[in-house]
C-alpha cells in the first residue's frame, strides 16, 4: 500500500539553532491548528525535548520515567554523533515561561547509529527512541498507554506536539486520517513540521488517549499533498524496540493510571475544538473534524 503513494521528498523535522547569519526566511505559519493548554489533560504528558540548547523536538510520556521520541533527535545533526545524556532534557506542560515538570535523560536506546543524512521512508521503524529519565517527572503529569489501531480502527486521530512556527505552546492538528499503514511505518494526512519530530499520533477512545505512532519526517505526494510518516506502535511489539519499551516496564496496550495530580477533565480541550469549529458535540465526535484556517491568533 506504501509503495502505491510515491513520496517525492522527505525531510526530518527537529528545530535545529542555525547561527544568527545563516538563519532563512521563516516558513508560513499552518493554521489549520489550535493552541492547547499544555497544563491540562492530555498535554501534561507532551513534553519539549531540548538538545544542549542548539534545538528542540516533541517527547511524550509513556511511564512515569519513561519518554518516546524520534531516534534522531537524539543525534548531533552536524557530526552525527550521539549528544551527552547531560544535554537531553525533557521539560512536560511547557507553555510560553511556565512548565509543570522537567528531566534530564539517564540512559537512551535507539535504532539509529548516527544521524540520518539522506532520509526515505524506510527508517521510519528505526527512527526511534526510548529514553529513560532521571526523575520520575510522570507521576507528577501522567502519561499515556502505547497501543496499535488495530485496538480501535474507528477511533478519532489527531496529533499535537511543539512547532517551529509555536515553539512555546503546543498545537494540535485534528481529523487525521491514515493514507497508508503497514507493521514498520504509517503514513497520514495531519501535517508535522519542524520541532514536530517525535510528536504523537494519538487516538481517542472511550474516554482514554493512546499513542499509536511516532511521526519522525514530513514529505510530498505525488498529488501534491503534504504527508507525514509516523513509527507505528507496532514496532514496540518485538525486536530491539519491544525490548527497550519491556525493559522501561512499558506493556503494549496496557491502559495507564489516570493523573491525579492533574486531573483528567478535558472541559477545556473540547471547549477549544468547539470553538475552532463553531459546532457543540462531545470530544470524539470534535475530533474527527479538520480544523479550519484561524483557530490561532
Known amino acids: 500500500m506504501l509503495r ?13 539553532a542555525p547561527p544568527v547569519a545563516a538563519a532563512g ?31 528542540f523536538c516533541t517527547a511524550v510520556l509513556v511511564g512515569p520515567s519513561t519518554a518516546l521520541t524520534a531516534g534522531h533527535c537524539l543525534f548531533n545533526p552536524r557530526n552525527g554523533a550521539l549528544r551527552q545524556l547531560s544535554d537531553i532534557h525533557v521539560v512536560a506542560g511547557f507553555q510560553r515561561d511556565t512548565w509543570l515538570a522537567h528531566a534530564r535523560a539517564k540512559a537512551v536506546r535507539t535504532g539509529l547509529k548516527t544521524f540520518p543524512r539522506n532520509p526515505d521512508s524506510s527508517l521510519a ?20 498507554g502505547v497501543r496499535t489501531l ?38 497520514h494526512d495531519c501535517t508535522v513540521q519542524q520541532g514536530g519530530s517525535g510528536s504523537p499520533l494519538l487516538q481517542y477512545d472511550d474516554g482514554r488517549f493512546w499513542v499509536v505512532g511516532l511521526n519522525v519526517m514530513q514529505g510530498r505526494i505525488q498529488d501534491g499533498r503534504a504527508v507525514a510518516i509516523a513509527a507505528p506502535a507496532e514496532i514496540f ?27 483528567t477533565d478535558t472541559g477545556a480541550f473540547r471547549s477549544v475544538l468547539a470553538s475552532c469549529l463553531k459546532a457543540d458535540a462531545p470530544l470524539d465526535t470534535l475530533l474527527r473534524r479538520r ?4 483557530c490561532i491568533r
Open 125 to 144: 521503524p528505526q527512527d526511534w527512541a526510548v529514553i529513560e529519565l532521571d526523575v520520575p517527572i510522570g507521576r507528577t503529569v501522567g502519561w499515556l
Open 291 to 294: 480544523l479550519p484556517a484561524g
Open 150 to 187: 488495530d485496538a480501535a480502527p474507528d477511533a478519532p486521530l489527531f496529533e499535537a506536539g511543539y512547532r517551529h512556527d509555536r515553539p512555546y505552546a503546543v498545537s494540535l492538528g485534528s481529523g487525521c486520517s491514515v493514507l497508508s499503514r503497514n507493521a514498520e511505518r504509517l503514513m
Open 237 to 263: 511489539a518485538a525486536g530491539a524496540p519491544g525490548q527497550a519499551l519491556s525493559k522501561a516496564g512499558v506493556s503494549l496496550g496496557a491502559p495507564t493510571p489516570l493523573p491525579e495530580a492533574v486531573g
Open 25 to 55: 526566511p521563516a516558513q508560513p505559519r499552518d493554521e489549520h491548528r489550535a493552541l492547547m493548554d499544555a497544563g491540562t489533560w492530555p498535554f501534561t504528558a507532551l513534553g519539549r525535548l531540548n538538545a544542549a540548547g542548539r534545538g
Open 4 to 16: 502505491r503513494l510515491v513520496l517525492l521528498a522527505l525531510i526530518l523535522l527537529p528545530v535545529l
